[in-house]
C-alpha cells in the first residue's frame, strides 16, 4: 500500500514535470511570433495545405490515441516491478504513463509551431497548441489515479526479505 509521503512527492514530480510541458506551450504562442514573424520559408500554397491537412488530422488522431493508450496503460494489474528510482511502483508507473501522455499532447502544440513556421497563419499555432492545452488539462495527474493504480497492483513483497524494509527497519542490519 502507498503511503502519503510516496503519494505526495510521487504526484509533485508528475506535476512538476506537467507545469514544464505545459509553459511551452505558452511559450510557442508567446515567442514564435516574435523568433519567426519575419522568416520566409518557401513552401507551395498546394504543399502548405497538404501538409496543414495532414498535421490537423495527424493532431485529432494523435488525441484519440493518447486517450487509448493512457487508458490501457493505467488498466489491469500488472506485476509491481521495483522502480530503479526508489520510488513506489504505482508513482513510478504513474509518471511513465504521465509521460506518455503528455508527451502526446505536447506534440499536437508542436503542430502548430510547425505550421506557424511554415505558413506564418497564427490561428494555426493557436488552435492547435489550445488543443495540446486541453488535452493537458484534461490529463492532469492526479493522486487518485496512483492510488488506483497502487490498489490494482498486486500486493509487493518485502524488499529483500527483511520485514518492515519498507520503514527503514532491517535494512542497516545486511543480510544474514
Known amino acids: 500500500m502507498i503511503t502519503e509521503q510516496e503519494l505526495h512527492r510521487g504526484i509533485a514530480v508528475v506535476r512538476g ?32 495545405r497538404t501538409l496543414r491537412l495532414g498535421l ?29 528510482s526508489g520510488q513506489h511502483p504505482a508513482v513510478a508507473r504513474y509518471i511513465a504513463v ?22 506564418q497563419q497564427r490561428q494555426d499555432l493557436y488552435l492547435l497548441t489550445l488543443l495540446s492545452a486541453a488535452a493537458m488539462l484534461l490529463y492532469f495527474p492526479k493522486k487518485e489515479e496512483i492510488v488506483a493504480l497502487d490498489q490494482a497492483m498486486p500486493p509487493q513483497p518485502q524488499q529483500w526479505g527483511w520485514p518492515n524494509c519498507s520503514s527503514g527497519e532491517g535494512a542497516a542490519r545486511g543480510p544474514r
Open 98 to 119: 504521465m509521460m506518455v501522455t503528455m508527451g502526446m499532447s505536447e506534440a499536437i502544440g508542436v503542430y502548430g509551431l510547425i505550421l506557424y513556421v511554415l505558413g
Open 56 to 84: 490537423y488530422g495527424g493532431a485529432l488522431l494523435t488525441l484519440v490515441l493518447t486517450w487509448v493508450i493512457r487508458r490501457s496503460l493505467l488498466s489491469g494489474s500488472r506485476p509491481a516491478k521495483p522502480a530503479r
Open 17 to 48: 514535470i506537467w507545469v514544464a510541458l505545459f509553459a511551452s506551450l505558452i511559450l510557442y504562442v508567446a515567442m514564435a511570433p516574435m523568433v519567426f514573424g519575419t522568416a520566409t520559408v518557401t513552401f507551395t500554397e498546394e504543399g502548405y
